[in-house]
C-alpha cells in the first residue's frame, strides 16, 4: 500500500473519529462485533444472539448515536451488557458493566438467599469467608452455607 493509499484508507476510517492513528478504538469494536452478531449469520456468536432474535436497535446502526446514548466506557474493565439478556440492544437495555456484573446478570447464575443478605454462590462464600468450593459442597450437602441457618436458592425471574 503506497503512502497516499495508506492516507485515504485512514481517512475512510476516521470519519466517526474512531480511529486513532491508524488503530480501531475500543467501543467502536464493541459496537461493530455488536452489530455483526446480530446481523451477520457467518459471524462468531450469532446462533446466541441474531439467531435466537435478539435485535439491535434501528438508532444504533449509527455509530455516533451510539456513543452518544452510550457514552465512552469508564475504563478497560467494562464491556457492554443487556439489563434483560432477551430484549435487544438499546439505550434502554443496555449498560457499561464489569465482568463480575455480567456474570450475575446471566441467565444460568443462580442467586442465594439468607433473607438479609443476597448474592451469587461466590458472593455468598466471600460474605461468610469460605471458598467457594466449600460454599458449593454445603449447598448440595445440607441445602444451606450454615449449619442452623436457613439460605435457600432463589427461583430465576427471567
Same mark, same amino acid.
Given at each position: ?7 485515504? =484508507?485512514?481517512?475512510?476510517? #476516521? ?14 469494536? +464493541?459496537? *461493530? ?18 439467531? !435466537? ?5 434501528? *438508532? ?5 448515536? %451510539? +456513543? ?14 443487556? +439489563?434483560? /439478556? ?8 443496555? *449498560? =457499561?458493566?464489569?465482568? /463480575? ?5 446471566? #441467565? ?18 466471600? @460474605?461468610?469467608? +469460605? ?6 459442597? *454445603? %449447598?448440595? /450437602?445440607?441445602? /444451606?452455607?450454615? @449449619?442452623? @441457618?436457613? =439460605? !435457600? ?6
Amino acid at each position: 500500500m503506497t503512502p497516499e493509499q495508506y492516507d485515504k =484508507w485512514i481517512a475512510g476510517k #476516521t470519519k466517526h473519529g474512531a480511529y486513532a492513528g491508524g488503530v480501531e478504538q475500543p467501543e467502536h469494536y +464493541i459496537w *461493530r462485533t455488536m452489530i455483526s452478531r446480530c446481523n451477520n449469520p457467518k459471524a462468531s456468536g450469532y446462533a446466541y444472539y441474531g439467531g !435466537r432474535g435478539i435485535t439491535v436497535c434501528k *438508532r444504533w446502526h449509527d455509530y455516533k448515536k %451510539f +456513543i452518544a446514548d452510550m457514552g465512552l466506557r469508564p475504563s478497560a474493565e467494562y464491556s457492554l451488557d443487556r +439489563i434483560n /439478556s432477551d430484549k435487544p440492544y438499546s439505550p434502554s437495555n443496555c *449498560r =457499561w458493566a464489569t465482568r /463480575s456484573e455480567q456474570q450475575k446478570n446471566k #441467565t444460568t447464575t443462580k442467586l442465594y438467599t439468607d433473607g438479609k443478605f443476597t448474592g451469587t454462590l461466590i458472593e455468598c462464600a466471600n @460474605k461468610l469467608k +469460605i471458598s467457594k468450593e466449600l460454599a458449593y459442597w *454445603r %449447598f448440595k /450437602s445440607w441445602g /444451606s452455607f450454615e @449449619k442452623g @441457618k436457613e =439460605w !435457600r436458592q432463589l427461583p430465576k425471574t427471567k
